[in-house]
T-cell receptor
Framework: AQTVTQSQPEMSVQEAETVTLSCTYD???????LFWYKQPPSRQMILVIR??????QNATENRFSVNFQKAAKSFSLKISDSQLGDAAMYFC????????????????FGQGTILTVHP | NAGVTQTPKFQVLKTGQSMTLQCAQD?????MYWYRQDPGMGLRLIYY???????DKGEVPNGYNVSRLNKREFSLRLESAAPSQTSVYFC????????????????FGEGSRLTVL
């Protein structure tokens, strides 16, 4: 079974600075997807960024980028120019791929990292 | 655009009572899921339905039952609530990988906070 580990229960950053959240995962598969979700105090789960394992290039979405190290099974999230609105719980998640066919599947989540942004 | 709607948002139960959490999605997704969120444990999968007419156990299915009523609706039932089931419950839906442009992203409801006394 796949496992996802976020070893940082809490992180903090000053506004406008950069912070990196860590995530490692364990899988024997070569085809999979990785996600970062944000959960603000409203409780809503919001997709931040996703990465396809077959892609060499790291995904980027505005101020959010990932460092995907497939061999090390590491998937960290970098938030640049941090804003007060970035304060939230962040979850890393894994999903198996479809190996060329059509498949239905579930996400496995890490424990979450609470990010505090100081003004 | 409602997306995924779950009800109720809050519920307090006494030990031994039963209740059903309702979930509906309007995105025509095939797959639906129920997760529970507990402090320090992230989101754990209770049950899922890969497609209409099928349901499967997830990581923590004990004490729960589900019904995939139709393609839109997926309900979660607690037959005899226990304090260990105090949690925040999330319903989610997704489309299948392999379809054009789909990456299996989950779309979530707003969550339901359940307290069992």
């Amino acid at each position: 079974a796949q496992t996802v580990t976020q070893s940082q229960p809490e992180m903090s950053v000053q506004e406008a600075e950069t912070v990196t959240l860590s995530c490692t995962y364990d899988t024997s598969e070569s085809d999979y997807y990785l996600f970062w979700y944000k959960q603000p105090p409203s409780r809503q789960m919001i997709l931040v960024i996703r990465q396809e394992a077959y892609k060499q290039q790291n995904a980027t979405e505005n101020r959010f980028s990932v460092n995907f190290q497939k061999a090390a099974k590491s998937f960290s999230l970098k938030i640049s120019d941090s804003q007060l609105g970035d304060a939230a719980m962040y979850f890393c998640a894994y999903r198996r791929g479809n190996a060329g066919g059509t498949s239905y599947g579930k996400l496995t989540f890490g424990q979450g990292t609470i990010l505090t942004v100081h003004p | 655009n409602a997306g995924v709607t779950q009800t109720p948002k809050f519920q307090v139960l006494k030990t031994g009572q039963s209740m059903t959490l309702q979930c509906a999605q309007d995105m025509n997704h095939n797959s639906m899921y129920w997760y529970r969120q507990d402090p320090g444990m992230g989101l754990r999968l209770i049950y899922y339905s890969a497609s209409e007419g099928t349901t499967d156990k997830g990581e923590v299915p004990n004490g729960y039952n589900v019904s995939r009523l139709n393609k839109r609706e997926f309900s979660l039932r607690l037959e005899s609530a226990a304090p260990s089931q105090t949690s925040v419950y999330f319903c989610a839906s997704s489309e299948a990988l392999g379809l054009a442009g789909e990456t299996g992203e989950l779309f979530f409801g707003e969550g339901s906070r359940l307290t069992v006394l």
